[in-house]
């Protein structure tokens, strides 16, 4: 069974970082796209962050472009998105996502495109 479990996540001030995790289990593919969403009370789900494991390749939102960063360690099969400068407006549930081929690319994709969900990890970010 495909699991994925996302961490990390807790109350910080505004300015501060927080790095959420997603371990992967249970995946038979190679390669696949891991992505980040998030959704603050009463709003949409709303893409974050991914990357792929086949080329490597990234994406961000441009509401956080320069403050976080998503990385893998395949070893561990987790990937990592590192939260810097939080900003109260990233407060949010955050969940971790996978899609397998052939949608293995960091390209943004709607919710409905993934094969697999995490459950969600709370961050608020306190002004």
């Known amino acids: 069974e495909v699991q994925l479990q996302a961490s990390g996540g807790g109350l910080v001030q505004a300015g501060g970082s927080l790095r959420l995790s997603c371990e992967v289990s249970?995946?038979?593919?190679?390669?696949?796209?891991i992505h980040w969403f998030r959704q603050a009370p009463g709003k949409e789900r709303e893409g974050v962050s991914s990357?792929?494991?086949?080329?490597?390749?990234?994406y961000y939102a441009d509401s956080v472009k320069g403050r976080f960063t998503v990385s893998r360690d395949d070893a561990k099969s987790t990937v990592y998105l590192q939260m810097n400068s939080l900003k109260p407006e990233d407060t949010g549930v955050y969940y971790c996502?996978?899609?397998?081929?052939?949608?293995?690319?960091?390209?943004?994709?709607?919710?409905?495109?993934?094969?697999?969900w995490g459950k969600g990890t709370l961050v608020t970010v306190s002004s």
């Open positions: 990357i792929s494991k086949f080329d490597g390749s990234t």
């Open positions: 996502a996978l899609v397998g081929p052939p949608f293995v690319y960091a390209v943004p994709l709607p919710p409905h495109g993934m094969d697999y």
């Open positions: 249970g995946f038979t593919f190679d390669d696949y796209g």
